[in-house]
């Protein structure tokens, strides 16, 4: 079975600093990663995806995430982040097949701090 | 362009109502769909998904039931609704090979 641990339920960062929001998972065979972002009252948005490739995947808004297949980690990272980034952020796992279900880790709250 | 479309955006309804959410994808087809609940402070439960009319796979024992009664459209409902039924439904889409979900912009959902 799968699972996605984000490592952190809470991340404080002031503005124009970088960030690290942390995800690790676990499964027995080869899988797809993404980053979703959720503002208040909204649906989830693709940050970015690796699927296969290059380890370091760049997204939308400036983030990228690395993914490292021996610590089986897939962390987010923004170099200098801003008050609009303020949102929750998801890691989510899905292995090949016809359901494409995706699991989600529990959530990383970002707050950036003027 | 493939859209998703989720309704109601709140919802507020007594205990032992019933619940209709509807969800509706535009522009592909035979698409596989899920809803998801985000309870306050939680992450994202997958409750039911469906590859195909008539075709619907259950997560997690609840008070919820799912329904595909056409090709691009995905009901969620109960019976009889449950104060621990409030939360945050999501529904979203999957056009299969190696893309990502797309997800509605959920319905808020207080049981009183």
């Known amino acids: 079975a799968q699972s996605v641990t984000q490592l952190d339920s809470q991340v404080p960062v002031f503005e124009e600093a970088p960030v690290e929001l942390r995800c690790n998972y676990s499964s027995s065979v080869s899988v797809y990663l993404f980053w979703y972002v959720q503002y208040p009252n909204q649906g989830l948005q693709l940050l970015l995806k690796?699927?296969?490739?290059?380890?370091l995947v760049k997204g939308i808004n400036g983030f990228e995430a690395e993914f490292n297949k021996s610590q089986t980690s897939f962390h987010l990272r923004k170099p200098s982040v801003h008050i609009s980034d303020t949102a929750e952020y998801f890691c989510?796992?899905?292995?090949?097949?016809?359901?494409?279900?995706?699991?989600f880790g529990q959530g990383t709250t970002l707050q950036v701090k003027p | 362009s493939q859209t998703i479309h989720q309704w109601p955006a709140t919802l507020v309804q007594p205990v032992g109502s019933p619940l209709s959410l509807e969800c509706t994808v535009e522009g592909t087809s035979n698409p596989n769909l899920y809803w998801y609940r985000q309870a306050a402070g939680r992450g994202l439960q997958l409750l039911f998904y469906s590859v195909g009319i008539g075709q619907i796979s259950s997560e997690v024992p609840q008070n919820l039931s799912a329904s595909r009664p056409q090709d691009r459209q995905f009901i969620l409902s109960s019976k009889k609704l449950l104060l621990s039924d409030s939360g945050f439904y999501l529904c979203?889409?999957?056009?299969?090979?190696?893309?990502?979900?797309?997800f509605g912009s959920g319905t808020r959902l207080t049981v009183v």
């Open positions: 690796y699927l296969s490739g290059s380890t």
């Open positions: 989510a796992v899905r292995r090949s097949g016809n359901t494409g279900k995706l699991i």
């Open positions: 979203a889409w999957y056009p299969g090979g190696q893309g990502g979900y797309t």
